[in-house]
């Protein structure tokens, strides 16, 4: 299945459409106010999201939230019609004394997702996404932008995993 998340508005909103084969399935729009507490609201697929940056649960990742070998910053709380069912999180996993790698880290409906970033030069980036040990979705980023307005192709196993593959790609950008 393949997918699209396209950056249609950018300044001081920025908008993006999803859009599969038969055409649009979903529609957000954040304000740049976003990082002081502001909302991503969207919808996808006939259900309507909110993603709110937590800016509490920021504050007690700086003293609470780091464990020997993990961090976890910039969290964002996931609501589907106003009942919380995830959340999204940058997460540095420490693997040694000065060796370190991060990820992004999704819970949605009580279920574990990671997304990895693979930078590749002038082909762009590359970001599996994996549920445990198996990946079900990829986020690809070419490196060509038009008037900043990213673009992202969303490819993944089925409908439930291009879901997953919408939250980290508005996560992403």
């Known amino acids: 299945m393949r997918w699209e998340l396209r950056q249609t508005l950018s300044h001081f ?5 999803v859009v599969a084969p038969q055409g649009l399935v979903g529609r957000a729009e954040m304000s740049m106010q976003f990082l002081r507490g ?10 309507s999201y909110l993603l709110q940056y937590d800016t509490l649960g920021y504050a007690k990742t700086l003293f609470t939230d780091r464990q020997k070998d993990k961090t976890v910053r910039y969290r964002f709380r996931i609501f589907e019609y106003g009942e919380q069912i995830g959340e999204i999180a940058n997460v540095r996993q420490r693997t040694g004394f000065l060796k370190s790698y991060n990820y992004l880290a999704l819970r949605l409906n009580r279920v574990d997702y990671q997304l990895y970033k693979i930078g590749l030069g002038k082909q762009g980036i590359k970001c599996p996404i994996y549920c445990g040990q198996r990946q079900i979705a990829q986020i690809n980023k070419g490196t060509v932008v038009k008037n900043n307005l990213d673009e992202y192709t969303l490819l993944a196993l089925d409908e439930a995993a291009a879901v997953t593959a919408v939250f980290f790609g508005l996560y992403l950008d």
């Open 13 to 17: 909103v920025a908008d993006y459409d």
């Open 38 to 47: 502001e909302k991503i609201e969207f919808s996808l697929c006939g259900h």
